[in-house]
């Protein structure tokens, strides 16, 4: 079983930026940023695989970055340039699997109890 725990979240201007944790109990064969939005389904944002190979949607691209500290059991989320449309709540994911041919929730396992990011 593998226990995650985010943290980092919080309130900024737009344009500001943020770096969110989440320390996880061991580093799986992928590793993973969700966020949810009020009133929508979760949606995969950065995915990063225990090589160190990333993937990123679209609407994140360019202004957000994925990344694996295995001394630390971590993975961080650096976000720039914020927009207001970035407000959600955040979730690290983790999936036994090495093959994760799209971000979404079915192929994660486990999921931390998430950290509030609110643009203004």
């Known amino acids: 079983h593998v226990q995650l725990v985010e943290s980092g979240g919080g309130s900024v201007p737009a344009g500001g930026s943020l770096q969110l944790s989440c320390v996880s109990s061991?580093?799986?064969?992928?590793m993973a940023w969700f966020r949810q939005k009020p009133g929508q389904e979760r949606e995969g944002i950065a995915l990063?695989?225990?090589?160190?190979?990333?993937n990123y949607d679209d609407s994140v691209q360019e202004r957000f970055s994925i990344s694996l500290d295995y001394a630390k059991n971590t993975i961080f989320l650096q976000m720039n340039d914020l927009k207001p449309d970035d407000t959600a709540m955040y979730y690290c994911?983790?999936?036994?699997?090495?093959?994760?041919?799209?971000?979404?929730?079915?192929?994660?396992?486990?999921w931390g109890q998430g950290t509030q990011v609110t643009v203004s």
């Open positions: 990063i695989t225990r090589h160190g190979s990333t």
């Open positions: 061991l580093i799986t064969a992928s």
């Open positions: 994911a983790a999936s036994e699997s090495a093959w994760v041919p799209k971000i979404v929730a079915p192929f994660f396992s486990y």
